[in-house]
Antibody, heavy 120, light 113 residues
Framework: QVQLQQSGPGLVKPSQTLSITCAISGDSVSSNIAAWSWIRQSPSRGLEWLGRAYFRSKWFIDYAVSVKGRITINPDTSRNQFSLHLNSVSPEDTATYYC??????????WGQGSLVTVSS | DIVMTQSPDSLAVSLGERATINCKSSQSVFHVSDNRHYVAWYRQRPGQPPKLLIYWSSTRESGVPDRVSGSGSATDFTLTISSLQAEDAAVYYCQQYYDAPYTFGQGTKLEIK
């Protein structure tokens, strides 16, 4: 079955870049029916979808307006994984970050979550 | 953006009884091409990621007991858990994945009375 394994630092300094990687097993990041999302959860914002990448003959990537301009999602076909990069972070970006697979034609599977604290 | 509004925010139900959680979308999440509503329901326990229970508004995820069911149409959706057990205590979320940005309800905390 599909499994997503996240890795990344738990502490990031303000103004720096938060980076998390999600390794995929049991599916392909280049799947023509899946989409690969990043979602975060905090007490103040609840569950917030940040963006997604999906392959339909070519790559499509879109982002939530709340983080647009600071976020990059990179699919890596050679390693079968995808990554989140969020720059210019502030304490408001402190949250548990999840990667997830889900789309109209594939069910939703979530990674284990990565608690990221933004603090000096 | 599609807003998902859950009710109630919390509820307490006795063991063996039925729990019902509602979710209303601010616009249709129905895809005419495949006749499906793109609504999912999750259960989240402390320290764990959300676990998928229901997708396409009423399809039970593999391994989820049949006392958990989803229903709904248009913009109103319901998660029902019958014969409540202690393990059902958790926070439940609805999600629309009809259109990006995908959005979630604010959560409903289910406690066992």
């Amino acid at each position: 079955q599909v499994q997503l394994q996240q890795s990344g630092p738990g502490l990031v300094k303000p103004s720096q870049t938060l980076s998390i990687t999600c390794a995929i097993s049991g599916d392909s990041v280049s799947s023509n029916i899946a989409a690969w999302s990043w979602i975060r959860q905090s007490p103040s914002r609840g569950l917030e979808w940040l963006g997604r990448a999906y392959f339909r003959s070519k790559w499509f990537i879109d982002y939530a307006v709340s983080v647009k301009g600071r976020i990059t999602i990179n699919p890596d076909t050679s390693r079968n994984q995808f990554s989140l990069h969020l720059n210019s972070v502030s304490p408001e970006d402190t949250a548990t970050y999840y990667c997830a697979r889900g789309s109209h034609r594939s069910s939703w599977v979530w990674g284990q979550g990565s608690l990221v604290t933004v603090s000096s | 953006d599609i807003v998902m509004t859950q009710s109630p925010d919390s509820l307490a139900v006795s063991l063996g009884e039925r729990a019902t959680i509602n979710c209303k979308s601010s616009q249709s999440v129905f895809h005419v091409s495949d006749n499906r509503h793109y609504v999912a329901w999750y259960r989240q326990r402390p320290g764990q990621p959300p676990k998928l229970l229901i997708y396409w508004s009423s399809t039970r995820e593999s391994g989820v007991p049949d006392r958990v069911s989803g229903s709904g149409s248009a913009t109103d959706f319901t998660l029902t858990i019958s014969s409540l057990q202690a393990e059902d205590a958790a926070v439940y979320y609805c999600q629309q994945y009809y259109d990006a940005p995908y959005t979630f309800g604010q959560g409903t905390k289910l406690e066992i009375k």
